[in-house]
DNA sequence: CAGTTAATTTTGATTAGTCAAAATACAATA
DNA sequence: TATTGTATTTTGACTAATCAAAATTAACTG
């Protein structure tokens, strides 16, 4: 069975191909991404690449192959059932669960897994808004705005944020841009590189135009 | 901080010290425990003195001193915790709970843990009757009887199961011989080397005596 | 095209945990 | 008391994962 550090090495590589959309990732991502030096990282793909997880191009990067994808998606899988699971039924605060789902995904047995699926009702995405894989290991990501390209002036809801860190949750928390919440962007300004939103009842709030690109949105009916 | 490797030996010296009554482990019944070599235990054993965790005695045996014995109590709280939680919240059968806790209680951080207490209202006892230690690392043994030592013919209440084996526990099932229940002893036959109990409405159980041992009663008021 | 630079790979070492098997110590028995 | 047997310890080796630092490769720059 695939140890804790062999399923964090395959999730990062998926979450990398699937953010830059690149299909193969340079070992000095990886290595940055795992926090080792990059030895480190290429005596791993090594490894991994034998077990047939990844194909490995020498001085070109790794990427995952259908077995490891596979079991990305299974680790994925467990990380936001596990971070849903600690929002919905533990009542810990979405902004915090990561770090604690990120142990989690490795222990759980598949009977516990299961069980947390059904007691959440088959969800389909987690407190993030990003999708549940399901346990077949399909997973889809439906097409969406986020604040930068969404339509001017037009109600639309948060589905999802693309940005896990604490620091940056806690933000959004407070700023009250949850998922689900509704807003519209009132104005963009290329110049300022700054794009502002307004939320019912607040005063308007202006984010860079990176910071609103982690923004997923759709519009409401 | 301790691994889940040093973390279990703790616990096991704990749980046989406590269950033989003896203070001193023998390095063999250390390794039968661990399901490791003898030489494995005598290694790991030094590295735990090294630390402060134990005190060892060539070819005598070894001791918990009193700084191994907090990290093993903390290690018996998140056990319990977990196992009680995962039968109250997450509705998994008390006779199959041992397994996943096993593997849960390296991981969970602080927080989950006190959360799952306060979730579960800061219980007593897990769902085997086990008591569970305090955050503080206190526990208390309530003195009880048995099904070998309890009064004849008197309406007791089970209250702990000294057995964790999931063969043994899915036999306590059947029976309905959970923690809870009240039955009597109608009979005990040294000759034999049995009990039998009497089980509301049910017809008469006989135990040999090692198996009655192994549940805890208390008399009913 | 030669030289510099940056990324990558290699090499050698380290740590935690383990096993197999040889060596040792001790207790019991003849 | 010498011998036997069992528990324990020691030794040497292995695996997974890591780092530091040296060596290599390839790409860019003048």
Partial sequence: MASSTVENYLKQLYLEEHSTGKSIVPMGRLAELMKVVPGTATAMVKALADSGLVRYSPRAGVRLT???????????????????????????????????????????????????????????????????????????????????????????????????????????????????????????NPQADSVSILLEGKSPLTLSTAAAAKFQVKPVA
């Fill in 66 to 188: 259908p077995a490891g994808n596979q079991l990305a998606l299974h680790v994925l899988r467990r990380h936001r059932l596990v971070e849903l699971f600690l929002v919905k039924i533990v009542g810990f605060d979405w902004s915090e669960v990561h770090d604690e789902a990120e142990e989690l995904e490795h222990v759980i047995s598949e009977k516990l897994l299961e069980r947390i699926d059904s007691l959440l009702g088959h969800p389909t995405v987690d407190p993030h808004g990003d999708p549940i894989p399901t346990a077949g290991g399909h997973v889809a990501y439906p097409a969406a705005d986020d604040f930068v390209n969404c339509p001017l002036r037009r109600r639309v809801q948060i589905v999802r944020i693309l940005d896990q860190q604490p620091r940056f949750l806690q933000f959004v928390n407070q700023c009250g841009l949850l998922p689900g919440t509704r807003v519209q962007v009132s104005e963009r």
